[in-house]
C-alpha cells in the first residue's frame, strides 16, 4: 500500500528526534564560534572620503558642469585603483607588498549623487589600515591634477584609529546564527533520514501499512517484575 506523510508524522518525527535535532544546532554553533573567534584572523576596515571638482568652464553651464563631475565619479574609482595611484602609494609609505594584493584591500564607493569617494581599506592590523586609507587619499590628491583637469581635490575626512578597533570579519555573530540555521536543517534532515531507514513495525498501524493484513489482537507489554509479584498480590486479595 502507498504510505502517505501527514503532519501529524511529521511532528511526531522531530519531537523523537529533538535530542539530535538540538545537539547537531550546538555543535555547529559551538564549531562556528570557535572558528570565528580563535582560527579566523579579524580583519579591521578604514575609511576617508574625498572631494572631487573638475575645473570650470566659462562655457558650459553650471548645472550641466555639476552632472558632469558626477559622471566622472565611476573615473575617479578606476584611476584610484590604478597602478598610477597605487604604486605610488606602496613607494610613498615604503610598503613590502604588490599593487594587486594592495588593490584587493581596497573598495572605492561613492555617495549618491554626489563627487564624495569613499575610500575603504581592510587589513588585519588595524593601523595599518588606517595608514593605508590616508595614503590612498593623499597620493590621489597630489597626483589627479596631473593626470585630469582637476583643481580643486578635499580630503572630507581622514582615517582615525580608534582606541578599541572592531572587527569587520569575522562576524562571530552572524557565523553562529547562520551555524544554528545550518544545524537545525541538518539535524531534521538526518531526523527523517533515519526514520526512513527504520523499517521496524512499531504499531498495529505500521503493520496494516506495509502487509495490507489487518490486526486481529494485540500481546500488551508487561514487566517481568510485575509478572512475579502478581501471585503474591492475588493471594492477598483472597
Known amino acids: 500500500m502507498e504510505e502517505t506523510i501527514s503532519l501529524k508524522d511529521i511532528y511526531q518525527t522531530i519531537r523523537k528526534r529533538m535530542v539530535l535535532i538540538a545537539l547537531l544546532a550546538v555543535v555547529a554553533v559551538a564549531i562556528a564560534g570557535v572558528v570565528s573567534y580563535f582560527v579566523l584572523t579579524p580583519v579591521y576596515e578604514s575609511s576617508t572620503q574625498i ?24 573615473t575617479y574609482s578606476v584611476i584610484i585603483k590604478s597602478p598610477a595611484i597605487l604604486s605610488k602609494v606602496i613607494d610613498n609609505l615604503n610598503l613590502d607588498t604588490t599593487v594587486e594584493a594592495l588593490n584587493n584591500k581596497l573598495t572605492i564607493n561613492s555617495e549618491q549623487d ?6 575603504t581599506i581592510q587589513d588585519e592590523d588595524p593601523a595599518m589600515a588606517v595608514k593605508l586609507a590616508n595614503g590612498v ?18 580630503v572630507l575626512s581622514k582615517a582615525v584609529l580608534k582606541d578599541n578597533p572592531a572587527p569587520v570579519k569575522p562576524n562571530a555573530k552572524m557565523n553562529m546564527a547562520i551555524a544554528l540555521v545550518v544545524g ?8 527523517f533520514l533515519l526514520e526512513y531507514m527504520d523499517n521496524t513495525l512499531k504499531t498495529e ?34
Open 51 to 74: 572631494l572631487v571638482n573638475q575645473k570650470k568652464s566659462k562655457d558650459v553651464p553650471e548645472y550641466n558642469q555639476v552632472q558632469t563631475n558626477l559622471q566622472m565619479v565611476n
Open 114 to 119: 554626489t563627487q564624495v569617494l569613499n575610500v
Open 137 to 154: 587619499a593623499e597620493t590621489f590628491k597630489n597626483e589627479i591634477p596631473s593626470i585630469m583637469k582637476v583643481d580643486n581635490v578635499s
Open 184 to 191: 537545525l536543517m541538518a539535524g531534521v534532515g538526518l531526523a
Open 205 to 238: 498501524q505500521d503493520i496494516e501499512n506495509y502487509l495490507g493484513l489487518p490486526v486481529l489482537g494485540t500481546i500488551p507489554k508487561f514487566n517481568v517484575d510485575d509478572e512475579k509479584k502478581a501471585p503474591a498480590n492475588r493471594r492477598k486479595a483472597v
